[in-house]
């Protein structure tokens, strides 16, 4: 489903605005707590798969997070009985799978772009090291399925429909699109500093944001950014 972007909201007040962007930053807060409760109490359970798979505990360490996003995004869907973000979860159209095709590459290009230029600044961008998530999974092919279904069909979508579905609709009512992409990628990246640590972190992540936030705004079909997302994921971060 493709829609037009509504480039502004004239007739928002200044509370309004105000109301929509504080709603989404406690959104955003809310998902970097309980992320970090996530940690304490599902690194435990994922240390008893460790035990009989400890390869595929090695994959789930990547994502010890995320349940904590996900657990943010289902209070807020009860609370709001009148929205279901998974209702904006579709077939893709062409224009979506080109952003979910696309995104990773544009991201990729951008970090290597702004990678030289940190220096100057006084940063510096560290190197991951590691075998890239899809060449694992070539080299054992028996966690291939299970690691798809943990990317694809778990752990993304808790990411994005807490990140993209629930903070855009605090944003919706009361900033235009750009306004939307611009927020909900910062708070995007700010989560990342606070897990991640340090500012390229905020600044690399919060690129990413805006790029699946466009994606999303584009289509407002939740499958592109969660596609584009463990697609990323899969073909070039480590495993």
């Known amino acids: 489903m493709e829609t037009q972007i ?12 105000s109301r929509g962007v504080g709603g ?15 940690v304490v109490v599902v690194d435990p359970l994922f240390a008893i798969i460790e035990a009989e798979w400890t390869l595929f505990r090695e994959l789930l360490d990547n994502f010890i997070v995320q349940p904590g996003f996900g657990l943010v995004a289902a209070c807020y869907i009860w609370w709001r009985d009148d929205y279901n973000p998974l209702d904006r ?20 290009m951008a970090v290597r772009a702004v990678t030289p230029v940190l220096p100057m600044i006084g940063l510096r961008h560290g190197t991951h090291s590691g075998t890239v998530t899809g060449r694992v999974f070539l080299n054992h092919p028996e966690i291939i399925l299970p690691g798809l279904v943990v990317m694809f069909v778990v752990m993304a979508p808790m990411e994005e429909i ?22 909900g990628g910062l708070l995007f990246g700010g989560m990342h500093l606070f897990l991640s640590g340090g500012v390229v972190s905020l600044l690399l992540t919060s690129i990413f944001g805006f790029l699946v936030a466009g994606g999303y705004e584009r289509t407002k079909n939740l499958i592109v950014p969660i596609m584009a997302h463990a697609g990323h994921w899969l073909v070039f971060a480590p495993f």
């Open 6 to 17: 509504d480039v502004a909201r004239p007739d928002t007040g200044v509370r309004e605005v």
């Open 24 to 38: 989404a930053v406690a959104l955003a807060a809310l998902g970097v707590m309980a992320a970090f409760a996530s």
């Open 89 to 108: 979860i579709q077939m893709p159209s062409l224009e979506g799978v080109a952003w979910i095709g696309l995104t990773p590459i544009w991201y990729e």
């Open 162 to 183: 807490l990140y993209r579905g629930v903070v855009h609709d605090a944003l919706e009512p009361a900033i235009g699109s750009p306004g939307r992409v611009l927020v």
